[in-house]
């Protein structure tokens, strides 16, 4: 395995204290990208909220308001099931989004600083990540982009501590879950 190069503190903060800041950033700015536009989190664009009701209320996947019910795989699983749990409350919409930023600045950091093996530029990748214009601006929409971005990079971490594992069969297992639910 490969050990890290000297460790480089920027401006004598721990890579920890570093990643902190970065997530708290990201999140502070996505509070206040959805803050700006509230209504934006219950307008069902892509209908995974239609989806999300027809679980709730029994129907499966199903196309939202077809009678009867007809099965659709027109989007991926894992967001509309989120979403059902949440019972299309704006503001626990938006509490999720922002636990998947916080997820996915993390997992970047720490795939990054993995990378780097410790050198001082390893937290270019959460902060690219928590001020990246785009991911801001879909956080506050009920799409997958905030999801499926925190899961590949969740992934990213995983591949990138592969070679740190004890065990490969549970490390290669495990990136195949996440990487089947993005």
């Not at 503190?9 to 997530?23: A, D, E, F, M, T």
């Not at 509230?38 to 077809?66: F, K, N």
């Not at 592969?162 to 490969?168: G, K, L, W």
């Amino acid at each position: 395995p490969l050990k890290p190069r000297t460790e480089y503190h920027v401006s004598g903060w721990k890579p920890r204290v570093w990643l902190i800041v970065w997530c708290v950033i990201g999140v502070v700015l996505r509070v206040f990208v959805m803050l700006a536009a509230p209504d934006q989190l219950s307008q069902d664009r892509d209908l995974y909220l239609g989806i999300a009701q027809e679980l709730r209320i029994g129907h499966g996947y199903a196309t939202p308001g077809s009678e009867p019910p007809r099965p659709t795989a027109f989007r991926p699983p894992l967001y509309p099931l989120l979403l059902a749990t949440t019972g299309d409350n704006p503001g626990l919409i938006g509490g999720m989004h922002l636990l998947l930023a916080a997820g996915m600045i993390a997992a970047v950091g720490l795939a990054s600083y993995q990378m780097a093996r410790g050198h001082r530029l390893w937290f270019l990748g959460p902060a690219i990540v928590s001020v990246d214009p785009l991911l801001l601006l879909y956080c506050r929409q009920p799409m997958t982009e905030t999801l499926c971005a925190c899961l590949s990079a969740v992934l990213i971490w995983r591949v990138t501590r592969a070679e740190q594992a004890t065990s490969p069969w549970k490390t290669t297992c495990g990136e195949g879950v996440v990487w089947g639910l993005c």
